[in-house]
């Protein structure tokens, strides 16, 4: 057995031990509810096993990441399944430092869910360890990239801080229109996490199930001497939706239907145009099944049922968190995403600012967290204010990571995507 199945190995290992922490973490709040004599007293001995289990689902994935970085030459953060996984063992670390102030065992029922949801969707992407493009072979590779997730872990955790916040303090009983709407943005929100959950169901499911459809693109011929090119493009979920003016290779029926109910658009030409959207589609449709399911169990709004959970939790204390983390990780992304960043641009392409997408939306997350931090500290800004800042601010992130790299192309889109 080589390094990089070891890697591999104990990258799957830490994500089990993740999924044991978390469940240690409810039975850690949970119990606390259903043993009000010794609450405090169980939910400290369970928070501290539950906190030992995510430590050893740190170290687990530290051994992933030392021996695929000794495995593959180079660190591993170069596509996008190893930067997400990378991402994820930092939001780890943030959340490990800031448990180790605070000692609130309820962050880890959020933090390490988090972490979960970035690895699965890592491993969406394909694993194989690839050679690093001239621009990355440099060791401001290691600088800039990991300083750059070093801050936008702790941005997780003061989003995480700040979500419990809001389930914390908002009036779900109550019929009042400011009322409401705080409970129908904290219902979008999980719903919205449902979707990205629905998404991961659904393509590990037609995964397993060994799905998968092929359609193949002709591009016109530039000149007279030059010969048309065919790219192909592989399916691993039901295409509802063709790439734009392609031909079906291979197709696999699912429930009968034996094409795609439509070509993508025209303004979409692009062989994995039509792929994107089918992924969306897909993760709407299974995200609005699984939160159908959700609330048919629950027979309740999702943040209505986890409210119970946090009674008793001091909200203040997770205003501060949610404050602490975010100051923690905004000096930390400056250096990292942005000062460090034009170091290496000007290195690398002969320019510290370009205009990049990435770039751009880098500067955007930095203005968005200076404009946090400046209404906090100067303008006073606490409590549900602050809270929904904290948690647009990682959509923001979110979005710079998956959608810039996905979506939009750049000099900083990264390679081997599915």
């Known amino acids: 057995m080589n390094l990089l199945d070891i890697s591999s190995d104990f990258f799957m290992i830490s994500f089990f ?231 079906i290779e291979s197709y696999q029926s699912f429930l009968g239907v034996s094409k795609p109910l439509f070509d993508a658009p025209s303004w979409m030409n692009g062989i994995n145009a039509g792929k994107k959207l089918n992924t969306v589609i897909w993760s709407i449709i299974s995200g609005i099944i699984l939160y159908a399911l959700i609330r048919l169990i629950l027979r309740k709004s999702i943040g209505k049922a986890i409210h119970p959970l946090l009674n008793g939790i001091d909200q203040d204390d997770l205003d501060e968190i949610a404050y602490r983390a975010i100051a923690i990780g905004f000096p930390i992304y400056t250096l990292g995403a942005l000062i460090f960043a034009m170091v290496w641009a000007q290195i690398a392409w002969g320019r510290f600012w370009g205009w990049d997408p990435k770039e751009v939306w880098a500067l955007i997350t930095w203005l968005f967290y200076s404009v946090y931090l400046h209404l906090r500290l100067s303008r006073g800004w606490q409590g549900q204010k602050s809270a929904w800042l904290a948690v647009i601010g990682f959509i923001v992130v979110m979005f710079t990571l998956v959608g810039i790299n996905l979506v939009v192309a750049g000099l900083h889109s990264y390679a081997g995507t599915n």
């Not at 501290?48 to 289990?53: E, K, L, Q, Y």
């Not at 800031?98 to 491993?123: D, E, H, Q, R, S």
């Not at 998404?199 to 037609?206: D, H, I, K, M, R």
């Open 17 to 247: 031990i993740y999924c044991v922490a978390f469940i240690l973490y409810g039975v850690a709040v949970m119990g606390r509810n259903w043993r009000n004599r010794d609450a405090e007293k169980h939910t400290k001995k369970w928070g501290n096993i539950a906190f030992v289990v995510s430590s050893l689902g740190l170290v687990a994935q530290l051994v992933y990441f030392f021996t695929r970085w000794k495995g593959a030459g180079h660190t591993p953060v170069s596509n996008m399944f190893e930067f997400m996984a990378f991402l994820s063992m930092m939001i780890i670390v943030a959340f490990t430092v800031v448990y180790m102030i605070y000692k609130k065992t309820l962050l880890g029922l959020f933090a390490v869910p988090i972490t979960i949801v970035i690895m699965a969707y890592a491993a969406v992407f394909p694993q194989e360890v690839q050679p690093l493009i001239p621009s990355l072979q440099s060791y401001w590779l290691k600088i800039h990239v990991t300083m750059a997730a070093l801050g936008q872990s702790f941005f997780a955790i003061g989003s995480a801080a700040g979500f419990m916040y809001l389930l914390r303090t908002v009036n779900f009983s109550s019929k009042s229109k400011s009322d409401r709407r705080q409970q129908r943005g904290v219902e979008f929100t999980l719903f919205s996490i449902v979707i990205i959950i629905g998404f991961l169901v659904a393509v590990f499911a037609f995964r397993l199930g060994g799905y998968e459809s092929v359609f193949t693109q002709e591009k016109a011929a530039q000149g007279v001497e030059t010969a048309a090119t065919i790219t192909t493009v592989e399916y691993n979920l039901p295409p509802i939706v063709a790439p734009y003016d392609s031909k």
